[in-house]
């Protein structure tokens, strides 16, 4: 899946998911919330991979489940870039958006490439 498709299905994300757990995601409006996704596309492409191989060992020890957590990382650390426009209640909060945001991208990005 292309990086503006990305962007797209992950900003409906956002959406969806600032719907139906209010308490834990506030995103203000749709632009901010593809403003968002995309602030989010460029911190995976050039802050993620940095921190997936400084972290490789505790990953590989925690048999993966340690990439969550570099999911919620990103996804703070959007929400601090974002400022009062994208808000995230917490790292728990931030988990349970990464952990979502990756199954639906799983899902959907495995209906697209068949």
Same mark, same amino acid.
């Given at each position: 899946?292309?990086?503006?498709?990305?962007?797209?299905?992950?900003?409906?994300?956002?959406?969806?998911?600032?719907?139906?757990?209010?308490?834990?995601?506030?995103?203000?409006?749709?632009?901010?919330?593809?403003?968002?996704?995309?602030?989010?596309?460029?911190?995976?492409?050039?802050?993620?991979?940095?921190? #997936? /191989? %400084? @972290?490789?060992?505790? $990953? &590989?020890? *925690?048999?993966? =489940?340690?990439?969550?957590?570099?999911?919620?990382?990103?996804?703070?650390?959007?929400?601090?870039?974002?400022?009062?426009?994208?808000?995230?209640?917490?790292?728990?909060?931030?988990?349970?958006?990464? #952990? /979502? %945001? @990756?199954?639906?991208? $799983? &899902?959907? *990005?495995?209906? =697209?490439?068949?």
């Amino acid at each position: 899946m292309g990086f503006l498709q990305r962007v797209v299905l992950n900003s409906i994300v956002f959406l969806a998911m600032s719907g139906f757990f209010p308490n834990t995601l506030y995103v203000n409006s749709f632009a901010l919330a593809v403003l968002a996704a995309f602030v989010l596309g460029l911190l995976n492409m050039f802050v993620k991979p940095i921190l #997936v /191989i %400084l @972290s490789l060992p505790i $990953t &590989i020890l *925690t048999l993966g =489940v340690f990439y969550l957590f570099i999911n919620a990382f990103m996804l703070e650390l959007t929400a601090k870039l974002m400022g009062n426009a994208f808000q995230l209640n917490g790292f728990s909060s931030a988990l349970l958006v990464a #952990v /979502i %945001l @990756s199954i639906v991208n $799983t &899902i959907i *990005t495995s209906y =697209v490439e068949k």
